[in-house]
């Protein structure tokens, strides 16, 4: 057994989370390159849990130390074991102009700068409901994507569950879309919404507050062109966001957007995820762009467990957390999920650690 | 039912390929853009057939008509459906940074230079092996793309069925990989590979003519860290490619990179695809980027299904076949497939039309 495959069965102890040898390399690949572990966490792609238990175990085998201001750094031991395996630092070839998004964000100024002077004064994130914005650029982008696919212009849209972003007020800024209607449990944001809709005079937008936990009314299922949402990454919580967000799609060639993250879930639970939607739900992916969505760090990080359990005390000093961008399309015969959930782990699993 | 969906279901007669309203929608809105036949398929992301289908039923029914230059327009009757549905044309706003692939071709100039030097000669595209080449931006981009998801440098990669776009040669250029071997069905491109490798003392890299169809020999089953290829979108060659690529995979955590289009096949086929990969191969999808590969126009196009029916006999004037680009990641338990193909749709099926 190989050097690295022994650290990764270590570490899988140590975290009780799923790991495997090129997740040790990519950690000791991103440490030639920082030693903020929040970066490391980024730049790994990996759940929090999965990227402290390698730390950890790199730090306990000698490997690596944490110095006084709690950076990790490799030992001679390390260094030794990198050159050994030809691991060569992290690369970042990411695009400045648009951010590797692929769409520039500022492609419509005057939209951009409307989006930033009226959130001005958005409700903070808070953790009671795993709360997290995105930069207002990546907000701006998911319009800008949406409407460079033909989902935008003349459609109905249900933004669900990801009013943090403020997503929902975005799309009725854009004042493209023929209807919007914005669900979130939070009435702090559908306050906020509503507000500036009745201030600016937008009549086909209107905010609710709604438990996703709940199955939606009748009156919203099959009604929406496109949904957008940006879910936990449990398994209830995602056939609570994207099962119910499919369910109001009126026909097949629906369109459904959501975030989904490699830091509060593994490429395993990816692929559980990618299985049901395409086997259980009907629905093909045609997009994942990773890293489009840029998080900042949220106020309430210090609670969280993935503050708990990092290895350092060193809080993040730059954007760490990151989502791809999934869009699906609705195949004939989809299936309209709109059942109740009531599961304690609808925001916390073993592999989430951010809420 | 509405006009659109009666439109599809005369679209989905005409042309014998899976049709809905929304790509209705999407034509119309093409056409608002363009009158080139090419664009039309290029901004509308269906398969020729389907497009032409489409086209042809506007045709019929009065909505559009074919002007002395063989642009296809829309009729006063077309205008009018489009204003009553309220389609807009259709909108890119692709970075012109990276050519919306989130990673610019250029960070590495003396990289793309070197390539575009050594390519210069390169054998041309032939319809024998279903071949069309990618622009040596898009190359050069796929192993930037590698290179920053830690899938290139000291890795054992194996390039499987798409040298007609040199990306082995790319890779092998880099001199970042640890060992790469090119498996090609064209003596000419291997040969191509062999003499520049010679040329310039690479010995890392190594070129061999193989038919995909045939089954892979055991000394090239789980040896690689990372394959790249490029299949046609039939079911079986997907098989043969994409299988057969996995099982060269030494263990989980190995890498896959593949182009897939939706020019030569449907959203439909896609699920098919995706089902495959993540309940059969066990394999997780970790990227899907569309539009990532863009493909010079192939001189044998005349002769293609796709020229004979298409509405217009004008042919291409820019490039209008693109596919996206999937990185897949292998989970324990991956299967290795590797059996033998002898099927006679291996290169076109009903959706295909380009080879």
């Known amino acids: ?81 990198i050159k050994e395996l030809g691991i060569e630092p992290y690369v970042d070839y990411t695009c400045q102009a648009c951010e590797g998004r692929g769409i520039p964000f500022y492609i419509d100024i005057e939209f951009y700068r409307t989006f930033i002077q009226l959130t001005k004064d958005r409700p903070k994130a808070i953790r009671d409901y795993d709360q997290g914005s995105v930069t207002p650029e990546t907000t701006v982008s998911r319009v800008l994507f949406m409407d460079s696919r033909g989902d935008l212009r003349n459609k109905d849209i249900l933004v669900l569950g990801a009013e943090d972003d403020l997503t929902g007020l975005a799309v009725a800024l854009s004042r493209k879309a023929k209807s919007v209607l914005i669900i979130d449990i939070d009435k702090r944001l559908i306050d906020f919404d509503n507000n500036i809709f009745k201030e600016l005079g937008i009549d086909n937008a209107e905010a609710r507050v709604w438990d996703l936990r709940n199955p939606f009314p009748s009156e919203i299922l099959g009604r929406y062109d496109v949904f957008v949402s940006d879910p936990p990454e449990t398994l209830p919580a995602f056939r609570a966001f994207i099962g119910r967000g499919i369910a109001t799609l009126k026909e097949e060639g629906g369109v459904g957007y959501f975030g989904l993250t490699l830091r509060d879930s593994s490429v395993f639970r990816w692929r559980d995820f990618q299985i049901a939607l395409t086997s259980e739900f009907g629905v093909a992916i045609t997009d994942i762009v990773q890293d489009f969505n840029a998080y900042i760090t949220w106020d309430y990080h210090k609670e969280t467990k993935a503050a708990q359990i990092a290895p350092v005390r060193r809080e993040p000093k730059d954007i760490w957390y990151r989502s791809s961008w999934y869009r699906i399309e609705a195949l004939p015969g989809f299936k309209r999920w709109n059942e109740a959930i009531s599961d304690d782990v609808f925001y916390l699993d073993e592999e989430g650690s951010t809420t």
């Open 1 to 81: 057994m190989s050097l690295l495959t022994e650290l990764a069965i270590k570490a899988r102890e140590e975290s009780q989370v799923r790991i495997y040898k090129k997740n040790v390399e990519r950690v000791l690949s991103a440490l030639l390159k920082s030693g903020d572990f929040w970066q490391i966490v980024d730049m790994s792609d990996l759940p929090v849990p999965a990227a402290s238990g390698i730390v950890k175990v790199l730090i306990k085998e000698g490997y690596a130390f944490i110095d006084d201001e709690e950076n990790i750094r490799l030992t001679q031991k390390g260094y030794d074991l």
